[in-house]
Every structure is written in C-alpha cells, then in structure tokens.
C-alpha cells in the first residue's frame, strides 16, 4: 500500500491549491481518508476528511474554504484549498487506516505568502 501526495507549492494569500493523494494497492473508494497538516513546532492536525460513503468533515479553520472529494477513476483523493492564508502554510498528509494500520503519504510543502 502506497499514498502519493502531491500538488503543493507557493501562492499568495487568496489563492488556491488542489492536493491530490493517490493511492496504489488498495480501493481508496472504501475507506476514510484525511488530510492532516504539520506546521513547524506545531502538532500534526486533520484538515479534512471523507468517508466511504462520502461523509466529510472539516476542521473549523478551513471550513468553506477546504473541500475533499474523490476521484474514483484515478483511485484518489483530493483537497481543494481556496482562499488560503499564510497559517494554512503546513506540510500537508494524507492518511488511511486498514485495520489497526495507518498508513500516510510522503508530505507535500504548502506555502502561504502574505
């Protein structure tokens, strides 16, 4: 099992990123997913999640700014960052869980400059 994240960069405040997390070796379409970010000195938080049946959740600081869906063709899913602010600047995970197992991607760099 294998997660790729990829998509991140620089932008200016008000911008906008998508991040994709693809995923080889299991049917992301069956299982929650998050997206979790790690700013320096800071803990790792969930940003956004979506379950199997496409039940999502937002941490309150990206609400209506964040959305998470899927894309079942390319097995992935993918987090749309509108609006962004300079503490949006994270490296930015993705994460799933098969069984007691988590399993994370590689980390892809947000910045945020004002």
């Known amino acids: 099992v294998q997660l790729q994240a990829s998509g991140g960069g620089l932008v200016q405040t008000g911008g906008s990123l998508r991040l994709s997390c693809a995923a080889s070796?299991?049917?992301?379409?069956?299982?929650?997913v998050g997206w979790y970010r790690q700013a320096p000195g800071k803990q790792r938080e969930l940003v956004a999640s979506i379950t199997g049946r496409g039940t999502t959740f937002y941490a309150d600081s990206v609400k209506g700014r964040f959305t998470v869906s899927r894309d079942n063709a390319e097995n992935s899913v993918l987090l749309q960052m509108n609006s962004l602010k300079p503490e949006d600047t994270s490296v930015y995970f993705c994460n799933t869980k098969i069984g007691p197992r988590d399993f994370w991607g590689q980390g892809t760099q947000v910045t945020v400059s004002s």
């Open positions: 070796g299991i049917i992301f379409r069956l299982l929650t």
